[in-house]
């Protein structure tokens, strides 16, 4: 650690603390807190592993592997990086811009702050709040609604210590419990392990995490001895005030925090480089069982599904292309593939055709890939390439009449008020709507969010926070109708 520091200080970074887990026993085998307890300089006397700092990043893989449980997702389900808004907050990538669609693998290694934020929004603020403090981090004083969405991308503070915990509950597939300081042979701790994840989803965050090789990072790795890999994630809080690194292999959790105590940033700050590089000197000299060299795979744990080889989500009727991948055993139905649907079209490909203007035997189905409004307009104002959905044959009588799909509930600008129940809880927000063709599935999108598919009975039942949002639904020959509302809620 002074090596590191030494160096550091050139570039104007004073402090750091290192932290050594051994995790087989939940046992810290190395503690420093500062790079010497002896200088004023330097404020050596404070501690920084338990010192409570901004998060950064460094929460993101818990959230994506809770997703993974929930059948929210799975590494290869693509997620919009695109422009979002969410009141006053709008979050943005640092280095790379918006990148349209990308996957939950490739979200995490590069870890990237938009499609966190929208995946928290979908799996729940508060639910995840509760995760973290049943995972032991306990400096989360504030109420969840305080930090709001930013939570997942450094609005908390958290100290080594208790990341350092979290990161061993990921490594031991999901058993989450407080490490100890303590050397005694009997030493009792209150309670047992607590398992917050599956195996399965543990096992498959850790395969991402493993992946992640940070630009200016490679230098450190290419001296890296790499028969042993780690699965490990940086983190890097706004205005460069902390840099975090912490690594997991099945015997060891080496985590790393650099930065001023005084708490000022530094724009020379890089997590990869300064922490990283740090973390792997330490794994480095770590004593290493050839046999645990990494995390033996839960079978029992996994199932295998078919994805659509190009979302990432259950395989439908109208994926063009499908793979076998790894679940979570337990998982829930994962969401079926919102992109890909079914089209007639006429002998040309030309038009649309439907039932009331095709001619018979001279019409084909045709599997269209088709995004959501919002990711079309991104694609379209970043020049890429937006897939091409033919329009509807402009002879065709059913354009004439009124669009076969309707909202039923809510209408346009409506106010709503949601009650509660009985118990106090908020009651459901139940959205109508009707097609005339009886054998359409529906696809419902919520804040350009897809939130589900229905058929024949088309009721989708749906929490929404307090404010303004906009319902659109689209058919499988791309009708499509939306409706823009308002909800309070009952206090
Ligand atoms: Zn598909
Ligand atoms: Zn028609």
């Not at 744990?301 to 793979?323: F, H, N, Q, R, V």
Request: negative net charge; contains cysteine.
């Amino acid at each position: 650690v002074n090596d590191h520091l030494r160096y550091l200080s050139s570039f104007g970074i004073k402090n750091g603390a290192a932290l050594v887990v051994e995790n087989q026993t939940g046992k810290v085998r190395a503690y420093v807190g500062s790079q010497d307890f002896y200088s004023v300089r330097t404020q050596g006397q404070v501690d920084g592993v338990m010192a409570p700092r901004s998060t950064g990043s460094i929460l993101k893989p818990f959230l994506y592997a809770l997703c993974m449980d929930e059948g929210e997702l799975l590494p290869q389900s693509i997620l919009k990086d695109i422009p979002t808004h969410f009141g006053a907050f709008s979050p943005s990538n640092e280095l790379s811009g918006y990148n349209g669609l990308v996957t939950v693998h490739e979200a995490l290694v590069r870890s990237l702050n938009v499609p966190a934020v929208r995946v928290l929004n979908r799996y729940g603020l508060y639910r995840f709040y509760l995760f973290l403090r049943n995972a032991g981090i306990t400096t989360l004083f504030r109420h969840a609604d305080d930090y709001g969405l930013p939570l997942i991308i450094g609005g908390a503070e958290a100290n080594l210590f208790e990341l350092a915990a979290a990161y061993r509950g990921l490594a031991r597939l999901g058993e989450f419990e407080p490490i100890t300081i303590i050397e005694r042979e009997n030493y009792q701790i209150q309670k047992g392990p607590e398992r917050l994840i599956s195996r399965g989803a543990c096992y498959m965050t850790l395969q991402i995490l493993n992946d992640l090789k940070r630009p200016g990072a490679e230098y450190y790795w290419e001296q890296y001895n790499n028969q042993w890999p780690i699965a490990w994630k940086t983190g890097t809080s706004f205005g460069q005030r902390d840099a975090w690194a912490i690594g997991v292999t099945p015997e060891w959790t080496v985590a790393i925090w650099i930065g001023n105590f005084t708490g000022e940033g530094n724009a020379n700050l890089k997590s990869g480089e300064m922490a990283g590089s740090l973390m792997l000197d330490i794994f480095n000299s770590l004593p290493k069982n050839p046999s645990l060299a990494w995390f033996q795979r839960p079978e029992d744990d996994l199932k295998k599904i078919e994805i659509c080889s190009e979302t990432g989500y259950l395989a439908g009727p109208d994926c063009l292309k499908t793979s076998f991948v790894d679940a979570p055993a337990s998982q829930p139905t994962l969401p079926i593939c919102p992109y890909h649907i079914g089209i007639y079209v006429d002998d040309t490909g030309e038009f649309q055709v439907c039932s009331r203007c095709w001619e018979p035997g001279h019409y084909k189905r045709e599997s269209i890939l088709v995004y959501t409004p919002d990711v079309m307009q991104f694609l379209r104002e970043n020049g890429k390439i937006i897939p091409h959905v033919p329009p509807h044959n402009p002879y065709c009588l059913e354009l004439t009449g009124t669009n076969p799909l309707q909202v039923i509930y809510p209408s346009q600008n409506a106010r709503l008020w949601i009650p509660r129940d009985y118990s106090g809880a908020l009651e459901h927000l139940v959205l109508r709507a009707a097609h005339r063709d009886s054998s359409q599935r529906l696809y419902w999108y919520i804040d350009g969010v897809y939130f589900g598919t229905t058929v024949e009975n088309h009721v989708l039942p749906v929490e929404l926070p307090k404010g303004a949002h906009s319902l659109a639904i689209v058919d499988s020959t791309g009708n499509r109708v939306q409706t823009d509302f308002n909800i309070d809620l009952k206090e």
